[in-house]
């Protein structure tokens, strides 16, 4: 693991994104990170409706969205915001 890039313990549910946004940060710089209600719910395999239920999943996956997250900023994959986008 990359130890130049860190998570906050921070996740919002964004219900017009439909996404869950956490936050890392690399050498200073704040880069807004999304997982896709879609992506959470697939992995769990039933729909999600609850903001709770929401955040519940996603910290039951965390640890590998941010792996995922991590490879997708060292790769430079961000979206035209300066998002990543996982899922």
Excluded at 5 to 31: E, H, T, Y
Excluded at 58 to 68: H, I, N, Q, T
Aim: proline share 2%; hydrophobic share 45%; with cysteine.
């Amino acid at each position: 693991m990359n130890q130049d890039i860190l998570f906050a313990d921070i996740q919002l549910w964004d219900s017009n994104r439909q996404a869950v946004n956490f936050p890392a940060q690399q050498a200073g710089a704040l880069i807004t990170c999304w997982v896709s209600l879609a992506w959470l719910q697939k992995e769990v395999d039933k729909p999600l409706i609850e903001e709770a239920d929401i955040l519940s999943t996603f910290s039951v996956y965390r640890f590998d969205l941010e792996e995922l997250a991590e490879e997708l900023i060292e790769e430079e994959e961000f979206n035209q915001d300066g998002d990543i986008e996982v899922g």
